[in-house]
């Protein structure tokens, strides 16, 4: 069965503190997104990447900035958290980019 | 104006009926479209996919897509309580197109 595994199911941070959010994929896909969702907005893509230390910024990439040292493993940072930064994130893999392949989401709250 | 609209409901219907959700989008450019569902605390999961104009089929569920009007749907028939869940419209350019574009969903609960 296809697994993509978000390393935290809930998380709570404090204003200022750097944040990972660690995500894995078990189907050997080349491409790998962040997104967040927040109700009303749907989901809005943060960063994806397309093979191994590569990178290509969404719509919303301001202070966020993501690692993708294999193939298997992408994470995403926020550098410095911030209050609107609490969200649902989202980790996604795929082959093909209409099938992305979801994981469970990090609900994340900043206080 | 978002580049997808979808009407965030909630949509609750009795067991057994026909549930009807619909997504208009602004940029003609769009080809690939696709309607996901997200159970409560679940990511979402691929339910449907359709390339341009016309009708797809699969069990239950039937989506449609009218370019001319910039206009999607899906159709759920002899609806059931573990249909209850978000569902999400979503779209393309094309097939090299990494930025899907996402409805903002529609809760749907299926009454027993």
């Known amino acids: 069965d296809v697994k993509v595994t978000q390393s935290s199911r809930y998380l709570v941070k404090r204003t200022g503190e750097k944040v990972f959010l660690e995500c894995v994929q078990d189907?050997?896909?080349?491409?790998m997104f962040w997104y967040r969702q927040d109700p009303g907005l749907g989901l809005r893509l943060i960063y994806f990447?397309?093979?191994?230390?590569?990178?290509e910024k969404g719509d919303i990439p301001e202070g966020y900035s993501v690692s993708r040292e294999k193939k298997e493993r992408f994470s995403l940072i926020l550098e410095s958290a911030s209050t609107n930064q609490t969200s649902m994130y989202l980790c996604a893999s795929s082959v093909r980019n209409e099938k992305l392949f979801f994981g469970s989401g990090t609900q994340l709250s900043v206080l | 104006q978002k580049e997808v609209e979808q009407d965030p409901g909630p949509l609750s219907v009795p067991e057994g009926a026909i549930v009807s959700l619909n997504c208009t989008y602004s940029n003609s450019a769009f080809q690939y479209f696709m309607w996901y569902r997200q159970y409560s605390r679940k990511g979402p999961e691929l339910l449907m996919y359709?390339?341009?104009?016309g009708n797809k089929e699969d069990g239950r569920f039937t989506a449609q897509v009218d370019k001319s009007s910039k206009y999607i749907s899906l159709f759920i028939r002899d609806s059931q309580p573990s249909d209850s869940a978000t569902y999400l419209c979503?779209?393309?350019?094309?097939?090299?197109?990494?930025?899907?574009?996402f409805g903002a969903g529609t809760t749907v609960t299926v009454r027993a």
């Open positions: 979503a779209m393309s350019r094309g097939s090299n197109d990494y930025k899907l574009s």
């Open positions: 990447s397309y093979d191994v230390k590569m990178k």
């Open positions: 189907m050997d896909h080349e491409n």
């Open positions: 359709t390339y341009s104009s």
